[in-house]
T-cell receptor
C-alpha cells in the first residue's frame, strides 16, 4: 500500500531564509513522486517531479527536492523564500494512473 | 498547450437545482479525473475515466453523475445536492501508463469550480 506523510502541517519562515518542507512516503513499488503548490482559491500547480532519473530534482521558482530511497523521503527545499511562496504544498505519490496518493499538505507562511 | 480548463469558476445552487461542471483538455491525455477539495484538505478522488470509460467511482453519492462525452471533455452533473457538498471541484488529466509500466506522469489540474450549495 502507498501512503504519504508530510511531517509539518504548518511552516513559517522569514522572507529570504531557506524553506524546508518534509515528505516521507511508503510504496510497494518504485513510485513517481511530485510536489504541487496551491495558492488560495486556485488549482494545483506542479512544482517538480521525480520519476527514477536524477535523485536531485529541480523545479520551478527555485524549488528543488531530493529523493532518498533509503530514508523514503522526498523533501522540498528552496534557498530563499519569497512572499509569493506562501501557499499550501502537497507531496504526492503515484504508483499507477489510478493510484494517486496525496499527503495532508503543508501550509507555508512567509513573514516579511 | 498544457491547460485544463474548467467552467464555471463559481457556482451557487439550491438543493433542488440541476447544474453541470465542465472540464476540457487538449493534451491528448486519456485519463481524466474529478476531485473534491474542502478547505485546508488535500483533494479527494471522486471519479476516474480511462479511454472515456469510467474506471473508478470512489463510492460517490448518485447526486453526482460524471460523463465523458469524448477524449477531451469531462462533465460532472449535479442534482439535489446538500450544503455539505459545497467545495472546490477540481478536474485533472494525465497520460495512461502503457503496457505493464506503472511509471506515470503528473496530473495536470484545472483551476477548479467553487461550488456553494444553499
Amino acid at each position: 500500500a502507498q501512503s504519504v506523510t508530510q511531517l509539518d502541517s504548518h511552516v513559517s519562515v522569514s522572507e529570504g531564509t531557506p524553506v524546508l518542507l518534509r515528505c516521507n512516503y511508503s510504496s510497494s513499488y518504485s513510485p513517481s513522486l511530485f510536489w504541487y503548490v496551491q495558492h488560495p482559491n486556485k488549482g494545483l500547480q506542479l512544482l517538480l517531479k521525480y520519476t527514477s532519473a536524477a535523485t536531485l530534482v529541480k523545479g520551478i521558482n527555485g524549488f528543488e527536492a531530493e529523493f532518498k530511497k533509503s530514508e523514503t523521503s522526498f523533501h522540498l527545499t528552496k534557498p530563499s523564500a519569497h512572499m509569493s511562496d506562501a501557499a499550501e504544498y502537497f507531496c504526492v505519490v503515484r504508483a499507477s494512473y489510478d493510484k494517486v496518493i496525496f499527503g495532508p499538505g503543508t501550509s507555508l507562511s512567509v513573514i516579511p | 498547450d498544457t491547460e485544463v480548463t474548467q467552467t464555471p469558476k463559481h457556482l451557487v445552487m439550491g438543493m433542488t437545482n440541476k447544474k453541470s461542471l465542465k472540464c476540457e483538455q487538449h493534451m491528448g491525455h486519456r485519463a481524466m479525473y474529478w476531485y473534491k477539495q474542502k478547505a485546508k484538505k488535500p483533494p479527494e478522488l471522486m471519479f476516474v475515466y480511462s479511454y472515456e470509460k469510467l474506471s473508478i467511482n470512489e463510492s460517490v453519492p448518485s447526486r453526482f453523475s460524471p460523463e465523458c462525452p469524448n477524449s477531451s471533455l469531462l462533465n460532472l452533473h449535479l442534482h439535489a445536492l446538500q450544503p455539505e457538498d459545497s467545495a472546490l471541484y477540481l478536474c485533472a488529466s494525465s497520460q495512461v501508463a502503457s503496457g505493464r509500466s506503472i511509471r506515470t506522469g503528473e496530473l495536470f489540474f484545472g483551476e477548479g469550480s467553487r461550488l456553494t450549495v444553499l
